[in-house]
């Protein structure tokens, strides 16, 4: 029997529900239960907080990326080994992209509406006060597909405070249940950067941090509430598909490290499950790719700020071209992408040279915004495919490509909607790379 599941929206970004659903995470853990938990969208950082707390990995479920078959085993697998499935939502709850005609697709509704998972709307109450009533009511009646059934306040200055929400919500909205309040505590809050928040992997004390928050949890919040909302997720289930991306190679070195933490649970699981063996290493450690290996991915992250060690890693950058010089398959990402480059500029100015198997200098001194999902298809064969294979993802970054090219572009690209985005990265015999994070294979590919 699926194991039952709860998905943690909000109205907004910022409201607090990655924290909340930590917590919870590794309260329900510290109970015994084995807590599988996920994160609606694409999104690598969340989902590395979430794995922490629960004590096993967490994958990401996105109803826009990913095909329906995808989507339907990922769900089946998270439910299939667990106590509690707690999914963290994006954004708000009908946040989504403007796709197919309309403006939430992909949204943490969509996924709660196809999986029937009821929701637990996390609702930040700072400076709020009767209001709050016509905001539940608002987000529990938007959607009819759509099961909020209870609501967390955030941040609420006093008990007071969390009385007068408490009593705004029951009279504008009784069929939600009120589950308590989280008070105001800035050590809960987590530090960020320019993608997002700053790495688990990088709070040397995070352990620490959850297991007082989650000590403490049950003192404001019903927990035995919360938990019996909890459903099995509804059968969705779709012929199983292919893998996301095929394997580039049956041997694969893969970066991994805080410089190239952004690689997808479900397509690293998904290669094991071809048959690929996965050979991690890391380049701020100057390893070098292995040797037999006859793929290497290098995944997306924080190159930018570990440029001048990456320049240095001479181990590393001369293992690097070899694998490309003995035919292996070298595909990056994002920031594995930069790495292939030949230079990588750093937000203070100076110049670090990367492989230089791949003809693109960024740069982050005058950094821009590049975020949104992407339809991709292959320009020419490779490790990825054939010509013409299609596939979803997405992109966020802030480099600025200063030169790109001369050379072959790896992908033609639009936006959700379908705008033409033009040829995106660059391919040279069999190493390619761009700036997309691939999540799955279009449908019918």
């Given at each position: ?368 915004l590049s975020l949104g999902y992407r339809r991709a298809r292959l320009t020419v064969d490779g490790p990825l495919g054939r010509a013409g294979v299609a596939f979803r993802g997405h992109e966020f970054h802030y480099a600025t490509v200063t030169a790109e090219g001369p050379g072959t572009a790896l992908f033609v ?33």
């Amino acid at each position: 029997m699926s194991a039952p599941g709860l998905v943690l929206a909000a109205p907004a970004s910022g409201s607090g529900k990655t924290v909340l659903t930590m917590v919870l995470a590794r309260h329900f853990a510290r109970q015994g239960l084995r807590v599988a938990p996920a994160k609606v969208g694409p999104d690598y950082i969340d989902p590395a907080f979430l794995s922490r707390a629960a004590g096993r990995p967490a994958v990401n479920l996105d109803p826009w990326a990913m095909r329906p078959g995808t989507l339907a085993a990922l769900v089946a697998a998270l439910g299939a080994d667990a106590d509690l499935v707690l999914v963290e939502g994006v954004m708000g709850l009908f946040d989504g992209a403007a796709a197919d005609g309309r403006l939430d697709a992909g949204s943490t509704a969509d996924l709660a509406a196809i999986t029937g998972w009821p929701v637990v709307l996390v609702v930040d109450a700072t400076g709020m006060a009767a209001s709050v009533g016509a905001l539940v009511a608002g987000f529990a009646r938007h959607r009819p597909d759509v099961t909020i059934a209870g609501v967390v306040f955030n941040r609420t200055g006093s008990a007071a405070h969390r009385d007068l929400l408490a009593t705004a919500v029951a009279a504008a909205c009784p069929e939600v249940e009120l589950l308590g309040d989280v008070p105001r505590d800035a050590t809960l809050g987590l530090p960020s950067r320019h993608l997002g928040l700053v790495q688990a992997a990088e709070h040397v004390d995070l352990d620490a941090r959850l297991d007082a928050a989650a000590a403490r949890l049950g003192e404001t919040l019903d927990l035995a509430a919360l938990r019996a909302l909890a459903r099995p997720a509804r059968d969705f289930s779709a012929p199983n598909p292919a893998p996301p991306v095929a394997p580039p190679g049956q041997r694969i070195a893969l970066a991994s490290d805080i410089a190239f933490a952004f690689a997808y649970t479900a397509l690293i699981d998904a290669w094991r499950r071809d048959g690929a063996e996965i050979i991690p290493f890391s380049p701020l450690a100057d390893e070098a790719p292995d040797a037999k290996a006859d793929a290497v991915f290098l995944p997306g992250g924080y190159p930018e700020l570990h440029a001048g060690r990456l320049a240095a890693a001479g181990g590393f950058l001369a293992g690097l071209r070899g694998s490309a010089a003995r035919g292996a398959a070298v595909y990056g990402e994002c920031g594995g992408y930069m790495v292939l480059g030949r230079f990588l500029i750093d937000a203070e100015g100076n110049r670090h040279a990367m492989a230089g198997l791949l003809a693109l200098e960024a740069s982050f001194a005058a950094r821009r915004l590049s975020l949104g999902y992407r339809r991709a298809r292959l320009t020419v064969d490779g490790p990825l495919g054939r010509a013409g294979v299609a596939f979803r993802g997405h992109e966020f970054h802030y480099a600025t490509v200063t030169a790109e090219g001369p050379g072959t572009a790896l992908f033609v690209v639009a936006d959700a909607a379908g705008h033409q985005r033009g040829a995106a990265g660059l391919v040279a015999g069999r190493v390619a790379g761009s700036f997309l994070h691939l999540v799955d294979r279009a449908a019918g590919e």
